[in-house]
């Protein structure tokens, strides 16, 4: 409100200093005319200066509400710009660390990454030597579906062989006069052994005869025969060939190797056999005969 009487004031003294020009005129002339049209001017002048005063003073009183209005939206403006300061700089501080934050979660999962990428690969070799072996699995089981198949059929010559060996060995003369403990061992030209029929030279062959009872001690043939798993004997130039008596039946051998051996009642009695031809893949059978039957039989295989 001081800004509005200031300016009234001013108006006044305005107002009191054109009066003064005025009167100061006045005196000046000489006439009374002239004064009374110089007054009536005056007063002219001085009607419109309190109208437009008026007017100030009305404009004044609109500023002046204007002004106080302004003023508390200046307040009320700044209270709002400090805190628009405080929560831009919360919103940097958040910012900075958000970035600081984001930083090491970068890193961090670069190093996973990085160590990802390393177990991946990694894994791809180790799929590929697993692919590699288990390539090789399938074609080991191939082989042994194979020898599997193999086996089952010599397990079952084998077992043939086996039923016709024990028949033999039942017709044995006397039930304590029998060879046992057989050992046969292909093997190479050095006496090395060896279960390739491709390399097999000869066989050595070893076996007991125990518990022999006196009446059959003595000097007495000993043959050796070997047959494949059909029965057939193995091949030989000439076959040391002789008729044996089984339970009173005569039969008819191929024998391999043949010798005078004079029985005592127990020992152990060893033959080595050269074979002439190489002998193929499969099982084949030793029995040993005397004269008055066979003693014993015995399997061995060749791969």
């Known amino acids: 409100m001081n800004s509005k009487n200031a300016l009234i004031a001013v108006v006044v003294i305005l107002a009191l200093a054109l009066i003064g020009s005025l009167i100061w005129g006045s005196s000046k002339n000489s006439e009374a005319k002239e004064l009374q049209q110089d007054n009536t001017e005056v007063n002219e002048a001085l009607d419109a200066m309190t109208s437009l005063r008026d007017q100030l003073a009305r404009e004044v009183d609109s500023l002046a509400g204007e002004y106080d209005l302004l003023a508390s939206e200046n307040v009320e403006l700044n209270g709002q710009l400090a805190g628009s300061r405080d929560e831009l ?47 090789d699995l399938r074609q080991q089981m191939g082989i042994l579906e194979s020898d599997l198949a193999t086996s089952r059929q010599q397990n079952e010559e ?57 009446e059959y001690q003595g000097l007495r043939p000993i043959y050796l025969v070997i047959t494949d798993e059909k029965g057939t004997p193995i091949p030989r130039t000439d076959y040391i060939t002789t008729t044996v008596n ?58």
Do not use: C, W
């Not at 093997?187 to 030279?201: D, M, Q």
């Open 89 to 135: 700089s919360n919103a940097q501080a958040a910012l900075s660390r958000a970035k600081r934050n984001a930083a090491a979660e970068i890193n961090d999962l670069r190093a996973q990454i990085e160590e990802l990428q390393a177990v991946r690969g990694e894994l791809q070799n180790s799929i590929g030597a697993l692919e590699t072996e288990n390539a």
């Open 158 to 214: 084998l077992t043939t062989m086996a039923t016709s060996m024990e028949g033999e060995i039942q017709k044995l003369t006397y039930e304590n006069f029998k060879a046992t403990a057989f050992q046969i061992s292909p093997e190479v030209k050095r006496g090395n052994a060896t279960s390739k029929s491709s390399r097999a030279r000869r066989v050595a062959i070893s076996f007991d005869l125990a518990n022999v009872p006196a």
């Open 246 to 303: 089984v339970n009173g039946q005569p039969q008819d051998l191929m024998a391999v190797e043949a010798r005078e051996e004079n029985i005592g009642a127990t020992q152990r009695l060893e033959f080595a056999h050269e074979l002439e031809n190489k002998l193929d893949a499969g099982y084949y059978r030793v029995s040993v005969f005397t004269d008055i039957g066979v003693l014993g039989s015995s399997n061995f295989r060749l791969r």
